[in-house]
Structure formats: C-alpha cells, structure tokens
C-alpha cells in the first residue's frame, strides 16, 4: 500500500498528542480509543461510523466483547483490542487469541495507542500467535510507521479477501523487513570476531547501535526503562555475588552503589535509575536476555545484525 496522503502528517500528530496529553491517555482506554486509535484506523481505510467496516464493542454472544472488530464484506476480519497509553499488551493478546480462536477469526491487532502488534491467530487457544508486525508511533519514523501499518489497511485486507483464494492468507505471505539480516542475541553472540557497528531492534520497532559487548546489556535497560517496564519491585538485578549478604554487584539499581554501599565503577543514569556499565562487560548476552525475561518479555524477539 502507498501511504495515505495525509497518513504521514497524522503519525506526526498523534505523536505529538501522546508527548503533550500523555498523563491524560494514560488515564484510561475510552479517551486512548477516541484519541489515538480510532484516527489511525480511519486513516488506514476504515470508516469507524460504518458498522460495516468497523463494529467498536463486537459482542460475540456469550458476554464477551471485543474492542473492534474489522470486517470485510459483513465478515469478521480482524479483531482488534486496544488498552490505554503505556499499558502492558501481554493481557490484550491473551483476550484477542481466546476471541479469534473462538469464532474462527483469522488476524487480531492489540495496541496501547502507541504500540502496534498484528498477529497471526493460533490454530489452539494454548499455542502462541505469530506476530506479523509492530510498530511505535513515538519511537520510530513516519515513514517506517506506515510501512508496518499498512498491514493494517482496509486496502490490504481486501486483498487478503481477494488474493487469497481461500487457500493462503496474503497476509502471512509478507515477509517482515529484512527478516535475513536480523539474529537473535544468542546467534550473535556465537559469531566469529569483533562485534562492532551492529544494530539491535527492539519488540517494539525501535532501533540502537551496538558498538561493544557493554552496548547489548545498556541498550536493552534503557529500552525497558523508556517503556516503563522495570520498576522498583523488580529492582535491583543482580549482576553477580554470592547468595550471601552483603556481597551481590547490581546491573540495574535504584541507587548508584551495589549491595555492600560501595559505588558501582561506571554507573550510568538511565531515567530514574543506573545501570553499571562495568558489570555489563562480562557474560553481555545472558544480562541481556536476563534483563527482558524478568520484565517479563520475550528475549528472543530482540534482534541484531552487523551494519
């Protein structure tokens, strides 16, 4: 799909709405709906006032209801679920799946207004989806935004209904971008040489250079701190130590000292907290996978590739 005329000013629109307003969006999910998501989907196509195209509050008949439900000649297509700005999508994926497996429904989307998953249903409720694509309004460019979101466009989903042949789903035939170039953590770390000028890619799109082993555990706190997604319930991480008192060095910590009170050697602050770089030097890929599974994300879905 060619981007929209006005697509690309309208990303940079809500961008700005998001940075301005954040405290209000954050607030609850009727005004992120109205705020964010339902302008994005008319944008892509979707007349949001035509229950032809968009059903907002889809009830499936058994009490439960779907934020939307995007439909292609009457049919259901995609539902999509959406919680307010900053809220954690691990809970939307579980309600979309248990939707689409239900009723036979073939995609789901689930977003806080920022961030934008598409996932490809499961053929079980305790399988996992395949995500298709993500992007973040705010942390990536305009242009990479529309690209992702056009797998969102009613344009594209005629395809799908035309293209298919009720064989193979277009949408699944989409390769992500440079799907080749990308590998995990742990590949990389098993590559042969210096590990210079790479670059790693986050869940949500958003990118860092990665110039040295160090770069791989501070890249990856920073991202979840951005994200909200380490607090002080989950802090301090321990890099090292023995299980003994006293004795435990911190990779992330609210303060920059380690469990004995003596300072760390390179701290560097990362929003509220510090990370120490030199306890990030050894065994970089394991403190990077350490610090995602325990925000409870998926290590595997950070990905890196030399330049």
Known sequence: MLPSENLPELIERLRTRIQISRGELQSGEAVTRYALVDPLLRALGWDTS???????????????????????????????????????????????????????????????????EIY????EITQSPKRLAEFSLVRMPPD???????????????????GSGG??????????????????????????????SSEMKFPDGSRAEVHSRTDLVVNTAKWLIDNDLLNDDLLPIASRGSARRGTRMFIVATQPEHESGSPMEEPLKVGRYYVDVKECVHGSVGKAKKLMELASQDSSAVKIRYL
């Open 50 to 116: 035509n229950p032809d195209m968009v059903w907002p509050e889809y009830d499936f008949g058994d009490g439960s209801k779907a934020d939307y439900v995007l439909r292609v000649d009457g049919k259901p297509y995609m539902v999509v679920e959406a919680k307010s700005l900053g809220t954690d999508l691990a809970d939307a994926i579980d309600q979309a799946v248990s939707y689409c497996v239900k009723e036979g429904i073939d995609y789901f989307a689930v977003t806080n207004g920022d961030r934008w």
């Open 120 to 123: 490809e249903t499961p053929q």
């Open 144 to 162: 990479e935004v529309w690209m992702s979101a056009s797998r969102l466009s009613r344009e594209f989903a005629n395809g799908y209904v035309l």
């Open 167 to 196: 064989t193979q789903p277009l949408l699944s035939q989409v390769p992500s971008e440079d799907d080749a170039d990308w590998r995990t953590l742990t590949a990389w770390s098993r590559a042969k040489g210096k590990h210079e």
